[in-house]
Each structure stands twice: as C-alpha cells, then as structure tokens.
C-alpha cells in the first residue's frame, strides 16, 4: 500500500482509482488508512469473502488476510490485469504504471504476459516492526510464516508442483 500512496498520482492521470482491501473491522481499517495517510479507500472484507473470491487468502497470517495483489478492472467489468502477490515478492509497480498507460490509449488492452515480481528485502526497522508485531499481536501463525520464510524458494514451488499434481489427479479421476 505504501508504494500505491507513493504512485498514487501516477495512477489517476490514467482515470484509475485506487482500491485496498483488508479482512480488518472498519474501525481498524480507518485507524490503518489515517495512520498511514492514505489517499485511496480502504474497503473492509471482514468475512472475506471477496478475498475467497478472487483467490487471495493468505492463511499463514493472522488467520488469513488478504495476500497482496493488484487487480486492475475496466470499466466493462472485466479484469485486465492481475498480479497475486506474495509477503516478499511484488509485482514492480513501473509494469502496472507502463499496462495503465498502454491500457488508457486502448481500453481493450489486457495483459497476455507473464507479470514479473521483485524480491522485497525488509530493511532493518521493518525486520524490527515485524518482530515487534509478532511479539506483541502475533500468533502460531505469524511465527511459523516468517520462521519460513527464508525456505520460502523451496517451499512454494514445491506447493505449486503438489496443486498441479492434484489438479491432474482431480482431472483424470472426474466424479
């Protein structure tokens, strides 16, 4: 979200409006966007269900929240961009400003290439934030996610592998 806020003025030239969603009650969700100032809204999914919906429940934090992402969504309703997100890897928002830019030129536009993402490497105060926070409002969880997260290139290919194997075991037994 930070980098958004950062970027938000290059994303309205495009005639774009901004969206962040959150599994948040409303009134930590206000707390959250005042705190950090941000100039787009921040929508509450505290049953998540929109976040089910479009595949982004992250549930080695807090429970399950919303995993990072960027939809971007013309105004016929149809989705013309999509990016999903992980804890340390993002989408470089220079690819989303460059789609926004082609996409206000042709409204038809969607993205047929594979979205690149960028390795996030938490400086030092951000280490000690999520420390802090895990200490203070964490859970099993939230311990187990970042005790793995230096695994984490093993790991989540290895989950990709284990759902495509399920995926073609579900599609050569149908019921």
């Known amino acids: 979200m930070a980098e ?3 970027q938000y003025a290059d994303i309205i030239k495009y005639k774009t409006r901004a969206y962040a969603i959150s599994v948040d009650s409303p009134k930590q969700s206000r707390a959250v966007a005042s705190e950090m100032m941000l100039p787009f809204d921040l ?5 998540k269900q929109v976040i089910q919906l479009y595949g982004l429940v992250n549930p080695f934090e807090h ?3 919303a995993r990072p992402a ?3 969504i013309n105004p016929g309703g149809k989705i013309c961009y999509r990016s999903i ?8 928002l220079t690819h989303v400003l460059n789609f926004l830019k082609a996409h206000y030129v042709n409204p038809d536009l969607t993205n047929k290439e594979k979205v690149d993402k960028k390795w996030i490497v938490p400086s030092w105060g951000t280490t000690r934030q999520i420390v802090k926070n895990m200490i203070l409002r964490g859970n099993q969880a939230d311990w187990k996610h970042y005790g793995l997260f230096p695994l984490s290139p093993i790991i989540i ?3 990709k592998l284990k759902r495509k194997m399920e995926k073609k075991g579900k599609s050569a037994n149908p019921s």
């Open 4 to 6: 958004i806020k950062k």
């Open 43 to 47: 929508l509450c999914d505290v049953d």
């Open 63 to 65: 429970g399950g929240i």
């Open 70 to 72: 960027i939809f971007i």
């Open 85 to 92: 997100d992980g804890t340390a890897q993002r989408v470089d």
């Open 157 to 159: 290919p290895l989950k």
